[in-house]
């Protein structure tokens, strides 16, 4: 088992690799009295196209079948994984992303048992042809939910132009017609590609002893057979196309208020090192410094009547894809969304962007990161989110303080491309598209 030490922080952070490929990440936090749990694997809804264990020909599997198997894996032939957390009075759920899917548990008694019953029932699966069925209904429900969101119509919306030939295009939840083509058979394949120890970790947070959660680990693993695990060949590359990009769409749905977002299309790759993380940190201090609500472009449009408190701004890099978010209600979005154009084609000449200004952000960015450790849930989530990768959260601290004014402006010119933008509007009718 390896040490990390972070004195700065007061943190430490143990990880070890099992034998059969698991990788497990321990946070000792004695002053805490819940202990939090991550099972997670690096497998979302993008990873629909790949070659199957043992084999060599790639297979492509239905949009949604990813969300679909999270909601599978709690249900057995005799019981349901959720009533043997409530039994010890723990906390569970899960959830699936564009790249990963996890199952947790929060629990301040009956640790071990409850760390058992993550590790089982997510590697025990059991799908038959009426649960997979019956499962189609509540999912059909919970896809209908989201097309009744005008907030998250919008957002699909925007992903569905700047990735029109990428899966990150299509909800996690997939659609009615593509998670009705699923089957036992589907489930059991993907489950076996991607719910291999040696493509998942198991994040542990809370008043534990790490010597003795591997043993726990060692031991419960040590009474399942797994087949040997070769390489993960996926279809879905990089997709950094602007040229693919649709520039502008317009929707009409029952809202009170039009609706706006734009998009920027990432064209670099940033991956999970080092390099990647200092880049993301930069990107959104660059966002920040020009459309966090302190800044006065914000401020100017305020006033102005351009942008109200929905306003907001988001940067996502995923495996494959990042981009960045600009929107919120707007009674004029054509002008909205040309003001944002404009800062956008201003590249890094920007009367906004000063050294001052980002050494004031910078110091805010590491007193919120400071705050966040306070929380077991933010911990856990952080340490897992990145344990596919080179770096975790508490690199974050020193990566942050090495990023430099020059990096915000490197960022700026990354990203600020005026060819790679797309914008949507959702105007208030109760027509369909327009």
């Known amino acids: 088992m390896e040490k990390h030490d972070y004195p700065t922080l007061g943190e430490v952070l143990y990880t070890q690799t099992l034998t059969n490929g698991l990788r497990v990440l321990i946070v000792?936090?004695?002053?805490?009295?819940?202990?939090?749990?991550?099972?997670?694997?690096?497998?979302?809804?993008?990873?629909?196209?790949?070659?199957?264990?043992?084999?060599?020909?790639?297979?492509?599997?239905?949009?949604?079948?990813?969300?679909?198997?999270?909601?599978?894996?709690?249900?057995?032939?005799?019981?349901?994984?959720?009533?043997?957390?409530?039994?010890?009075?723990?906390?569970?759920?899960?959830?699936?992303?564009?790249?990963?899917?996890?199952?947790?548990?929060?629990?301040?008694?009956?640790v071990d048992q409850n760390l058992n019953t993550l590790l089982d029932f997510v590697q025990d699966p059991y799908f038959t042809d009426k649960t997979v069925n019956k499962e189609k209904g509540i999912i059909g429900q919970e896809i209908q939910m989201y097309q009744d969101d005008p907030g998250w119509r919008l957002y699909l919306g925007l992903l569905g132009s700047l990735y029109p030939n990428h899966p990150a295009s299509v909800d996690v939840t997939g659609t009615i017609?593509?998670?009705?083509?699923?089957?036992?058979?589907?489930?059991?394949?993907?489950?076996?590609?991607?719910?291999?120890?040696?493509?998942?970790?198991?994040?542990?947070?809370?008043?534990?002893d790490p010597e003795h959660v591997i043993d726990l680990v060692v031991a419960n693993q040590a009474t399942k057979t797994f087949p040997a695990s070769d390489s993960i060949l996926r279809g879905v590359d990089w997709d950094l196309d602007k040229h693919s990009v649709i520039a502008h769409r317009e929707l009409a749905l029952p809202v009170v208020r039009p609706k706006v977002m734009v998009g920027i299309k990432g064209q670099t790759k940033i991956v999970?090192?080092?390099?990647?993380?200092?880049?993301?940190?930069?990107?959104?201090?660059?966002?920040?410094?020009?459309?966090?609500?302190?800044?006065?472009?914000?401020?100017?449009?305020?006033?102005?009547?351009?942008?109200?408190?929905?306003?907001?701004?988001?940067?996502?890099?995923?495996?494959?894809?990042?981009?960045?978010?600009?929107?919120?209600?707007?009674?004029?979005?054509?002008?909205?969304?040309?003001?944002?154009?404009?800062?956008?084609?201003?590249?890094?000449?920007?009367?906004?962007?000063?050294?001052?200004?980002?050494?004031?952000?910078?110091?805010a960015a590491l007193g919120k990161y400071a705050m966040s450790l306070n929380s077991m849930s933010s911990i856990a989530n952080g340490i897992s989110s990145q344990s596919f990768g080179a770096v975790n959260l508490f690199d974050y601290q020193r990566l942050l303080q090495n990023v430099s004014f020059e990096d915000v402006q490197t960022a700026a010119r990354q990203l600020f491309d005026p060819e790679a933008v797309a914008s949507l509007i959702i105007y208030p009718t109760d027509g369909e598209e327009a």
Do not use: C
């Open 177 to 208: 017609d593509s998670i009705a083509t699923i089957t036992p058979e589907m489930l059991y394949q993907a489950r076996a590609r991607f719910y291999h120890p040696s493509n998942m970790t198991l994040t542990v947070v809370g008043p534990v």
């Open 28 to 110: 000792p936090k004695p002053d805490f009295h819940e202990t939090y749990a991550l099972f997670a694997t690096n497998y979302g809804a993008i990873d629909t196209s790949f070659v199957p264990i043992g084999e060599t020909e790639m297979v492509q599997q239905p949009a949604g079948i990813a969300h679909f198997l999270e909601h599978k894996m709690f249900e057995k032939a005799d019981h349901d994984a959720f009533d043997l957390f409530g039994e010890t009075g723990a906390n569970a759920n899960a959830y699936t992303s564009t790249t990963r899917t996890a199952y947790l548990f929060s629990a301040s008694r009956a």
């Open 272 to 363: 999970d090192d080092e390099a990647g993380l200092k880049q993301q940190i930069a990107t959104r201090l660059l966002l920040e410094a020009l459309f966090g609500d302190s800044s006065p472009l914000y401020q100017q449009w305020y006033d102005a009547g351009l942008v109200d408190d929905s306003f907001d701004y988001g940067f996502e890099a995923q495996r494959t894809f990042n981009f960045a978010t600009l929107g919120g209600d707007a009674d004029d979005p054509t002008a909205l969304i040309d003001a944002l154009q404009q800062v956008i084609a201003q590249g890094v000449d920007q009367p906004e962007l000063t050294p001052e200004r980002f050494e004031r952000l910078k110091h």
